[in-house]
């Protein structure tokens, strides 16, 4: 069987605005240091397929599957594109070559939310529109309840969601790509203005505009591209009932689905030993400590207790974020998971600069579309083809 | 199937009935906005119409002049190498009649719509407009000679809508 590995990265970095470049441009921009990065690969040739991940509103498209091959070099070539979240694009992605028809595929997503000027309408028109909508409010209340019922039934704690924001916004200090890292401690968490309770202000990763592309190929061509490939382990993606009325809300069933899915491919038995760190969502301060125990990298209710012995820090044993996590770096929308992944990526090759984390082999990314879904999906990643 | 059975059982609803509420049904506007960034090139794209000009954009190893301009080459996959005015006059590539607004409601007056290659522009690339001036359209000819019109200065406001139409040269 084939084997799937990552050659190029590309990103634009992130940041709260960017007047000055289109999306169009934006894309170009990312594409054009993964095909760098990639062994300067020409992908007017040498790119077999292009997934583009892209959801229509957030672009303010209809089709927006059409405005997306100039900036990649997918002019006259295989290009489609997937609406949901981008480690889901990165799975099919991975399958394309896994049938054996296609060597490199380059796959892109970005998100633009400052050319958004209702957010938040958007993310309200994802509601049911009988049962929900009409009820009012801003949609992440469901985090809100969710955090709430999460800490109630786990025991992990408010301040240790605090502690949280405080690490990964701290992380991010060290990550030239991220928006919105800061000096905080758990008592400015505490300030923070209340949102929807339990959840502060300051616990919501901000939006931030920027583009990931990365590059994958086949084990046939994968070293000639790059002499550090990254190899995908296992991919899962899974997909809880939509209904807020009836939907788990102590657990990330969506994220433990895919991890399993994931792990059985990557031949995991036991993640909290075998995976040396993690790169998970973190839209809400709360979801690191959920997304932790979904992944199994702790049992329920011991993701707090981690957090606060520091072993989820860079120095500790089972470093969570390096990034910064989306606190630090922002919610760039669908290009979440792609975030999330070059981190892990970037750790694996060794080209993490000073927030480089030591002898790691393993590492995993998560993705959540966010409120309200209750969809995630997962990738394992080794620099060992093994 | 359906021309055989001369009568359905039931009673059969009509249009009347959803809108009188008899029907259950759900009624919700988003509330969606956006304000695109134009970009690098479409910025210079719009400020160039508000001046009275079409701005293209240059690539020297496929040697195009390429309209409306791009920040890169879709064909070579790099950056352009500069911008540079084409001519506002050109030949008709392809037209259409439309007489369905864009509510799909029917308009007596119908709207010309063309795809116009620019002079100074390389093959095949140009705009699309307007055509204006015409009486009769069966007079549109492919390959016919058009120019811009356009706004006063002080109307422009750097959108497309800045060139009014293009009418036929003659
Ligand atoms: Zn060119």
Same mark, same amino acid.
């Given at each position: 069987?084939?084997?799937?590995?990552?050659?190029?990265?590309?990103?634009?970095?992130?940041?709260?605005?960017?007047?000055?470049?289109?999306?169009?441009?934006?894309?170009?921009?990312?594409?054009?240091?993964?095909?760098?990065? !990639?062994?300067? #690969?020409?992908?007017?040739?040498?790119?077999? !397929?292009?997934?583009?991940?892209?959801?229509?509103?957030?672009?303010?498209? *209809?089709?927006?599957?059409?405005?997306?091959?100039?900036? $990649?070099?997918?002019?006259?070539?295989? $290009?489609?594109?997937?609406?949901?979240?981008?480690? #889901?694009?990165?799975?099919?992605?991975?399958? $394309?070559?896994?049938?054996?028809?296609?060597?490199?595929?380059?796959?892109? *997503?970005?998100?633009?939310?400052?050319?958004?000027?209702?957010?938040?309408?958007?993310? *309200?028109?994802?509601m049911d529109p009988i049962l929900n909508r009409p009820l009012g409010g801003h949609p992440f209340y469901v985090a809100g309840m969710e955090m709430n019922r999460f800490l109630c039934t786990t025991g992990n704690t408010r301040d240790q969601c605090a502690m949280i924001v405080?690490?990964?916004?701290? =992380?991010?200090?060290?990550?030239?790509?991220?928006?919105?890292? !800061?000096?905080?401690?758990?008592?400015?968490?505490?300030?923070?203005?209340?949102?929807?309770?339990?959840?502060?202000?300051?616990?919501?990763?901000?939006?931030?505009?920027?583009? #990931?592309?990365?590059? $994958?190929?086949?084990?046939?061509? !994968?070293?000639?591209?790059?002499? =550090?490939?990254?190899?995908?382990?296992?991919?899962?993606?899974a997909s809880e009932t939509p209904s807020l009325e009836t939907r788990c809300w102590s657990k990330a069933i969506y994220a433990r689905l895919a991890a399993e899915m994931a792990y059985k491919k990557a031949g995991i038995m036991t993640p909290s030993v075998e995976v040396d760190?993690?790169?998970?969502?973190?839209?809400?301060?709360?979801?690191?400590?959920?997304?932790?125990?979904?992944?199994?990298?702790?049992?329920?209710?011991?993701?707090?207790?981690?957090?606060?012995?520091?072993?989820?820090?860079?120095?500790?044993?089972?470093?969570?974020?390096?990034?910064?996590?989306?606190?630090?770096?922002?919610?760039?929308?669908?290009?979440?998971?792609?975030?999330?992944?070059?981190?892990?990526?970037?750790?694996?090759?060794?080209?993490?600069?000073?927030?480089?984390?030591?002898?790691?082999?393993?590492?995993?990314?998560?993705?959540?579309?966010?409120?309200?879904?209750?969809?995630?999906?997962?990738?394992?990643? *080794?620099?060992?083809?093994? | 199937?359906?021309? @055989?059975?001369?009568?359905?059982?039931?009673?059969?609803?009509?249009?009347?009935?959803?809108?009188?509420?008899?029907?259950?049904?759900?009624?919700?506007?988003?509330?969606?906005?956006?304000?695109? +960034?134009?970009?690098?090139?479409? +910025?210079?794209?719009?400020?160039?119409?508000?001046?009275? @000009?079409?701005?293209?954009? +240059?690539?020297?190893?496929?040697?195009?002049?390429?309209?409306?301009?791009?920040?890169?080459?879709?064909?070579?996959?790099?950056?352009?190498?500069? %911008?540079?005015?084409?001519?506002?006059?050109?030949?008709?590539?392809? %037209?259409?009649? +439309? %007489?369905?607004?864009?509510?799909?409601?029917?308009?007596?007056?119908?709207?010309?719509?063309?795809?116009?290659?620019?002079?100074?522009?390389?093959?095949?690339?140009?705009?699309?407009?307007?055509?204006?001036?015409?009486?009769?359209?069966?007079?549109?000819?492919?390959?016919?000679?058009?120019?811009?019109?356009?706004?006063?200065?002080?109307?422009?406001?750097?959108?497309?809508?800045?060139?009014? %139409?293009? @009418?036929?040269?003659?």
């Amino acid at each position: 069987m084939r084997e799937v590995a990552i050659v190029g990265v590309g990103c634009t970095g992130f940041k709260s605005v960017t007047p000055e470049i289109s999306y169009k441009e934006m894309m170009f921009e990312a594409a054009t240091r993964a095909y760098q990065d !990639a062994g300067n #690969i020409n992908p007017r040739k040498d790119i077999d !397929a292009f997934i583009s991940v892209a959801e229509d509103y957030w672009e303010g498209f *209809s089709i927006f599957d059409e405005f997306v091959p100039d900036q $990649l070099g997918a002019v006259l070539r295989h $290009l489609f594109t997937v609406s949901g979240d981008s480690i #889901i694009g990165l799975a099919t992605a991975y399958m $394309l070559i896994k049938t054996g028809y296609f060597n490199t595929v380059a796959l892109e *997503s970005h998100g633009k939310p400052s050319d958004i000027l209702t957010l938040h309408d958007i993310v *309200s028109f994802a509601m049911d529109p009988i049962l929900n909508r009409p009820l009012g409010g801003h949609p992440f209340y469901v985090a809100g309840m969710e955090m709430n019922r999460f800490l109630c039934t786990t025991g992990n704690t408010r301040d240790q969601c605090a502690m949280i924001v405080a690490k990964n916004k701290g =992380n991010a200090l060290s990550n030239a790509f991220a928006a919105y890292g !800061a000096n905080v401690d758990v008592e400015d968490v505490l300030n923070s203005d209340m949102q929807f309770y339990p959840l502060k202000k300051i616990e919501i990763s901000k939006p931030a505009d920027g583009g #990931i592309v990365i590059i $994958l190929a086949s084990d046939k061509v !994968a070293t000639k591209l790059n002499e =550090n490939p990254v190899w995908i382990k296992g991919v899962g993606w899974a997909s809880e009932t939509p209904s807020l009325e009836t939907r788990c809300w102590s657990k990330a069933i969506y994220a433990r689905l895919a991890a399993e899915m994931a792990y059985k491919k990557a031949g995991i038995m036991t993640p909290s030993v075998e995976v040396d760190f993690a790169e998970v969502d973190d839209l809400f301060s709360y979801k690191e400590l959920q997304h932790m125990e979904a992944l199994k990298l702790c049992r329920s209710g011991e993701a707090g207790k981690l957090t606060e012995e520091g072993i989820t820090q860079l120095d500790g044993y089972l470093p969570i974020n390096p990034s910064g996590g989306m606190l630090g770096m922002g919610w760039p929308l669908e290009a979440a998971g792609l975030q999330r992944l070059q981190e892990v990526v970037l750790q694996l090759r060794g080209q993490a600069g000073n927030r480089q984390l030591s002898d790691v082999e393993i590492g995993v990314a998560q993705s959540w579309r966010g409120i309200p879904t209750a969809t995630g999906a997962v990738a394992v990643l *080794s620099n060992y083809k093994g | 199937m359906s021309e @055989k059975i001369k009568h359905f059982p039931g009673e059969s609803l009509k249009g009347r009935d959803i809108r009188e509420g008899r029907v259950p049904t759900i009624k919700h506007r988003p509330n969606v906005k956006y304000l695109w +960034s134009a970009g690098v090139a479409m +910025s210079r794209f719009l400020e160039g119409l508000k001046k009275g @000009k079409i701005v293209g954009s +240059s690539c020297k190893k496929c040697q195009r002049i390429m309209v409306p301009p791009r920040a890169f080459c879709e064909e070579c996959f790099r950056p352009v190498d500069g %911008y540079t005015n084409v001519k506002d006059t050109g030949t008709i590539n392809t %037209y259409s009649v +439309s %007489y369905v607004a864009g509510d799909a409601s029917r308009i007596k007056e119908p709207i010309l719509v063309a795809v116009i290659d620019l002079d100074g522009a390389s093959k095949g690339m140009g705009i699309l407009h307007l055509l204006g001036e015409i009486d009769d359209w069966k007079t549109i000819k492919f390959g016919m000679k058009v120019k811009a019109v356009w706004k006063l200065p002080e109307e422009r406001t750097g959108t497309i809508t800045d060139i009014k %139409y293009f @009418k036929p040269m003659e």
